[in-house]
Each structure stands twice: as structure tokens, then as C-alpha cells.
T-cell receptor, first 116, second 114 residues
Framework: AQSVTQLDSHVSVSEGTPVLLRCNYSSSYSPSLFWYVQHPNKGLQLLLKYTSAATLVKGINGFEAEFKKSETSFHLTKPSAHMSDAAEYFCVVSDRIKAAGNKLTFGGGTRVLVKP | DAGVTQSPTHLIKTRGQQVTLRCSPKSGHDTVSWYQQALGQGPQFIFQYYEEEERQRGNFPDRFSGHQFPNYSSELNVNALLLGDSALYLC?????????????FGPGTRLTVT
């Protein structure tokens, strides 16, 4: 069984300051991990993915995440927040025991507010 | 290259009615998954189709059923609608054999049950 816990339901940052979104996962197998972003009234967009290569993963729009197996964490960071980063962010886990196209298990989401 | 498309965008139904939602996967993708996203929550996996068969299913009742066509497009059917079925329904596609594990999402269909 797999599960994801996003430790903060809301995060508020000032423009230009760092962003940290925390995620812990549980998986019976070696997981694939993802961060998706959802802007209001939009679909989900993939920010980055971890699939057992480098533990530090770089994504789009300056985001990166670090896979820490010992802590079962996959926290998302960005050095400098931009107004356009205001959105809902989802940490997602998928087991890799089966072929591509596995079901994704989503965390509850973290809503990011960026203040000018 | 068209991404994942879904229709309709919005839908209003009455409790007890039936609804069909449609999805066309991204070009080159043969696997379609459906998710339900209630307001303020993360998406929940409903089921996944490839080779025109349901391959995995989440914790949803039999009122939720689906179909995949030879061109890989898919339908989600919900019977005997309940107020609690009001949600954003997301379709996602992926290429099953490529070893790519991420899924690409459509914009969703917002279903309101009154």
C-alpha cells in the first residue's frame, strides 16, 4: 500500500523568498515520486519526478526536490517565489512494481499564497 | 501535439441520473486513468484502462464504470448519481510500455449534482 502526507495544508510566502513544501510518503516498493501543480480552474501539470536516478531532482520553473529514503521524504523547494507560483501543489507516489501507467496516490495538497 | 482532452467542461445533473464523461489521450499514449477530485482534496484514483480492459480499480462503487475504445479514448460512466459525486473528474494518459511513469492530465470535467 502507498500513501502520501503533505505536512502543510497552506503555506504563505513573500515574493522573492524561498518556498518549502513538505511531503512524506509510504510505499511497499521502490517508489516513483512526483510533484504536480494545479492553478485555479486548470488541470494538473507535472513539476518534476523521481524514478531512482539522482536523488536531487530539478523540475520546471526553478523547482527542485530531494528524495531522502531514510526519512521517507520528498520535499519541494524553490529559492525565490514568484507571484505566478500561487497555486495548489500535490505530492504524488506511484509504486514501480508494475508497468508504466500505474495508479497515482495523491497527498491532500498544499495551497501556496505568494504575497507581494 | 494535442494533449489530453476532456468533454464536456462542465455538467449539471440531477440526483439519480446517469452521466458519461469523455477523454482523448495524448498522442502516442495507450493507457487512460480516471480520478475524482472533490473540492479541497487531492485526486482519488477511480480506475485505469489499457488494451480496452479495466486493469486497476480504486475504492469506488460499481456505479462507476468505464470503457476504452480501439483508438485509446475512454469514457467514464456514473449511474444513480448522488450529491457526493459532485467533483472535478480528471482523465490522465500515459504510454504503458515506454517505462515512463508520470501521467499527463486533462483539464477535467466539473460535475455538479443537484
Amino acid at each position: 500500500a502507498q500513501s502520501v502526507t503533505q505536512l502543510d495544508s497552506h503555506v504563505s510566502v513573500s515574493e522573492g523568498t524561498p518556498v518549502l513544501l513538505r511531503c512524506n510518503y509510504s510505499s511497499s516498493y521502490s517508489p516513483s515520486l512526483f510533484w504536480y501543480v494545479q492553478h485555479p480552474n486548470k488541470g494538473l501539470q507535472l513539476l518534476l519526478k523521481y524514478t531512482s536516478a539522482a536523488t536531487l531532482v530539478k523540475g520546471i520553473n526553478g523547482f527542485e526536490a530531494e528524495f531522502k529514503k531514510s526519512e521517507t521524504s520528498f520535499h519541494l523547494t524553490k529559492p525565490s517565489a514568484h507571484m505566478s507560483d500561487a497555486a495548489e501543489y500535490f505530492c504524488v507516489v506511484s509504486d514501480r512494481i508494475k508497468a508504466a501507467g500505474n495508479k497515482l496516490t495523491f497527498g491532500g495538497g498544499t495551497r501556496v499564497l505568494v504575497k507581494p | 501535439d494535442a494533449g489530453v482532452t476532456q468533454s464536456p467542461t462542465h455538467l449539471i445533473k440531477t440526483r439519480g441520473q446517469q452521466v458519461t464523461l469523455r477523454c482523448s489521450p495524448k498522442s502516442g499514449h495507450d493507457t487512460v486513468s480516471w480520478y475524482q477530485q472533490a473540492l479541497g482534496q487531492g485526486p482519488q484514483f477511480i480506475f485505469q484502462y489499457y488494451e480496452e480492459e479495466e486493469r486497476q480499480r480504486g475504492n469506488f462503487p460499481d456505479r462507476f464504470s468505464g470503457h476504452q475504445f480501439p483508438n485509446y479514448s475512454s469514457e467514464l460512466n456514473v449511474n444513480a448519481l448522488l450529491l457526493g459525486d459532485s467533483a472535478l473528474y480528471l482523465c490522465a494518459s500515459s504510454p504503458r510500455t515506454s517505462g515512463i511513469y508520470e501521467q499527463y492530465f486533462g483539464p477535467g470535467t466539473r460535475l455538479t449534482v443537484t
